[in-house]
């Protein structure tokens, strides 16, 4: 860890030196940011709270402080101002500069500790303890189904005792998806009708496939008729951006390398995903694998 600096940054840099870069930053990303500003009228955090620590172009600025040493990491502010980020990117359209916000700001979430205790057990049961596990998820797919089927979310809501129950949040207001029964898997080939244009991969997902199970189904009906072969990888598997969007870095690379095995040797033009975070996820396994040369020049 390096030795925290005094509020006076600019005295200790003449006496020190610039710091050397935290691990696990690059710097390169980091100094894209010009600090122009474009991007903050998009920044829905900025919008509604009106702190420059919580713009892109503040977080920018905290996050190159925090990696040379001159902010830690697990200071609380920093980490409110980091955590209080949507990642939702609407600043990287904005940025004259193609500066690559969520990459950094997944970079900065991996040094950030957890800031409470519910984030840890967010991370610790759901990150870690179920999307990476196919067998807990179809349990949990089950669970989902049924208690929605038993009205049992509404039920919550009503009485208020999902505010004190552990990820009550999640139960009382379940996101929308699939109530009818899930369908077996799909099959490991759904061939081509007519003439075969290409071969696809497709990626059924952690959540996806037991929420969207329909979805998916549909989406590779609607593919092998209009002449494509589509490959679901008999591995089940969750690409990591949950993981990676929470600064759960380890997971989020053993998940990436998981999914880049699962369809690698299948000979596709290209692989197909239904839900939008999982395919910009996936763009970005260069980053995410740069500790995995070989796997990271195959993504
Ligand atoms: S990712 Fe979204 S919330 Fe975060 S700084 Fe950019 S625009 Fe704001
Ligand atoms: S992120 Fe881009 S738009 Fe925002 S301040 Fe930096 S360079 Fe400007």
Redesign the pocket.
């Known amino acids: 860890m390096p030795k925290l600096a005094t509020l006076d940054f600019k005295r200790q840099i003449e006496r020190d030196g610039v710091p050397a870069a935290a691990p696990g930053i690059d710097m390169d990303l980091v100094r894209d940011c010009i600090h122009c500003g474009l991007?903050l009228p998009?920044?829905?955090?900025?919008r509604a709270l009106h702190h420059e620590g919580?713009?892109?172009r503040g977080?920018m600025w905290q996050i190159k402080e925090a990696s040379l040493g001159l902010v830690a990491f697990d200071d609380p502010r920093f980490q409110a101002h980091i955590y209080?980020?949507?990642?939702?990117?609407?600043?990287?359209t904005a940025c004259p500069s193609g500066v690559q916000?969520?990459a950094v700001?997944e970079m900065a979430r991996a040094m950030t500790p957890p800031q409470n205790r519910r984030d840890r057990m967010v991370r610790r049961v759901l990150l870690n303890g179920l999307l990476p596990h196919p067998r807990r998820l179809r349990i949990a797919g089950w669970l989902y189904r049924a208690t929605r089927a038993a009205r049992l979310p509404a039920l919550l809501r009503r009485s208020g005792a999902w505010k004190i129950m552990p990820l009550g949040k999640f139960a009382a207001f379940p996101p929308v998806g699939d109530t009818s029964p899930r369908q077996a898997a799909l099959p490991a080939l759904t061939p081509a009708h007519g003439t075969r244009r290409a071969r696809v991969g497709l990626l059924t997902g952690c959540i996806q496939d037991e929420m969207f199970h329909g979805t998916n189904r549909r989406t590779a009906r609607a593919l092998a008729q209009n002449g494509y072969d589509v490959v679901v990888p008999s591995a089940r598997v969750c690409c990591g951006a949950l993981a990676s969007h929470a600064g759960e870095a380890k997971t989020a690379e053993r998940l990436a390398a998981q999914t880049m095995d699962a369809f690698s040797g299948q000979e596709l033009d290209a692989v197909i995903v239904n839900a939008a975070g999982c395919g910009s996820n996936m763009k970005e396994y260069q980053l995410q694998l740069r500790g995995d040369p070989q796997r990271q020049e195959a993504g």
Do not use: I, L, W, Y
């Not at 998009?42 to 900025?46: E, L």
């Open positions: 991007c998009k920044c829905p955090t900025f919580d713009s892109p977080r209080q980020c949507f990642n939702c990117r609407a600043c990287e916000f969520g700001m």
